[in-house]
């Protein structure tokens, strides 16, 4: 049996029932209401239904997983590969949960639930992990980047904090997803929860639980340090949630503020999108032919062990069928390891004495590589994805530059009018603004483009540039 304490009892350690806080961020701070019968859902099952229903999860249908702009119905969009990443993870974590209740000694006196917390908050967080993706895949991070990076944007960025500079030159979805749960807008409303979830729940979505920029001399390579979790504008709003869940700081001894340890589900979070998007984004460069189908139904097969002449009860007479059947089984099979690995290692995460990914930890951690450098070699380097990728950069580069020259035109042009005129009114701001509010409505405006699909973000593109004329209504 494992125990509560750790070996060391002065050492720092985080605490499930403090991790596992059903308190909403950041307006309900009364954890118990008392009603006569027992509420349908859990807090944490409610959280995954707020994700399904807010429209900038809706708006992951039309944007890239990887083929841009699919034509076939068996190609994953950022929709479908968030909705299977959230059903891996309530697999990780109940099974995870289990095997802590049944292997840690009291545990299961404290926390009878663990097992089904563990599977809905995983859930709920794998379901919005890729909420504040922009259009284009992860090359619209690269181009939103860039933008910030060049002459272009100099006079826009030049009035700005090192921090707040490196928001925008090192843009990343993963703080801009932060962003989407936890922030309204004024002119939606007076509240300020955006999705109003529970601590839990954005403690493990969040993966990289720092800002853009720490002392040089606390960083290291663990991965839970390779990006940033967090803007400016919301560091206010992720040191309330690390307090409330008792996060540990990272390093314990550096003034580095705002920078901590993970939460320890957010490795299984890790874990699910790992499986996801090495498995899947396979069998869809498979599907469509880029990569080799004998050569890939074989590593498949390599990985759950099978004998090359492993009869099963099946005769398959579509290879697309067999790589359906071979996936499943695989997942299921890593599924299964990784929730044992989190189990054994969960003390470690705990004290943060650990952070390196589950799934490298795993025994077919090399063919998990190999079926990546496939993947990336055939599937991700091929034409068609590159040259949305290529396009990407001139689409959201020039919308930004287009609406950011609006926004601080001195001369206030008829032009400059227009453009902002065509800002939802909840991205505007208040108008040219002064030093104090440039980096807010540079936000806005990323807020904005990062949110549009693919195909917003070309037609937006392509009519301001008077290559298209909208059609009427």
């Known amino acids: 049996m494992l125990h509560l304490t750790p070996p060391d009892e002065n050492a720092p350690t985080m605490r499930w029932g403090q991790l596992l806080s059903r308190r909403r961020y950041p307006e309900q701070p009364q954890l118990h209401v008392v009603t006569e019968a027992a509420p349908v859902r859990g807090a944490f099952v409610a959280d995954y239904d707020r994700v399904v229903f807010s429209s900038a999860f809706r708006r992951l249908q039309r944007k890239t997983q990887v083929m841009p702009l699919p034509e076939t119905d068996f190609v994953h969009t950022r929709l479908t590969h968030s909705l299977e990443t ?11 949960g289990r095997l802590l209740l049944e292997e ?61 500079r490196a928001d925008l030159q090192h843009f990343e979805g993963n703080a801009a997803g932060f962003r989407v749960l936890t922030h309204t807008y004024a002119a939606h409303s007076s509240g300020s929860a955006g999705l109003g979830l529970t601590y839990a729940t954005l403690g493990a979505f969040s993966k990289y639980p720092r800002p853009s920029v720490v002392p040089e001399q606390a960083l290291t390579q663990s991965t839970s340090e390779k990006k940033y979790g967090y803007f400016q504008t919301e560091s206010a709003r992720f ?24 939460h320890p589900l957010a490795f299984l979070v890790e874990a699910a999108d790992d499986i996801c998007y090495r498995i ?71 004290r943060g004495y650990l952070d390196e990914p589950l799934v490298r930890q795993l025994d077919c951690w090399e063919q998990l590589e190999e079926v990546q450098r496939l993947t990336a070699h055939h599937f991700y380097q091929s034409r068609p994805v590159l040259e949305i990728e290529a396009a990407g950069f001139e689409v959201l580069g020039g919308l930004l530059d287009a609406f950011l020259a609006a926004t601080f035109d001195p001369h206030d042009s008829a032009r400059s009018r227009k453009l902002r005129q065509l800002l939802p009114e909840q991205f505007r701001g208040t108008g040219p603004q002064q030093d104090a509010g440039a980096y807010e409505q540079i936000i806005l405006l990323t807020d904005y483009i990062g949110g549009l699909t693919d195909q917003n973000a070309l037609g937006l593109f392509r009519t301001i540039r008077g290559i298209d004329l909208p059609k009427g209504f």
């Open 280 to 350: 899947i984004d396979f069998e869809d460069g498979l599907k469509l032919g880029l990569i080799p189908c004998d050569k890939g139904l074989a590593l498949l097969r390599d990985m759950l062990g099978d004998a090359p002449t492993r009869r099963g009860s099946v005769e398959w007479r579509d290879w697309r069928e067999e790589l359906g059947y071979l996936r499943a089984r695989l997942i299921n099979q890593l599924v299964q390891q990784t929730a044992r690995r989190f189990a054994d290692r969960a003390p470690q995460l705990l």
């Open 86 to 96: 959230a059903c891996v993870g309530r697999s990780l974590g109940r099974l995870g």
């Open 104 to 164: 840690t000694e009291g545990l299961a006196d404290e926390l009878p639930h663990l097992d089904s917390d563990f599977g809905d908050i995983v859930a709920a967080a794998c379901l919005a992990h890729d909420i504040g993706n922009p259009p284009f895949g992860h090359s619209g991070e690269d181009a939103i980047s860039a933008y910030f990076r060049s002459s272009a944007a100099e006079p826009f960025v030049r009035m700005l904090s090192e921090a707040q």
């Open 239 to 262: 040191e309330e949630v690390a307090r409330e869940l008792g996060l540990l700081p990272k390093p314990a001894d550096s003034e580095a503020a705002g920078f901590y340890h993970r």
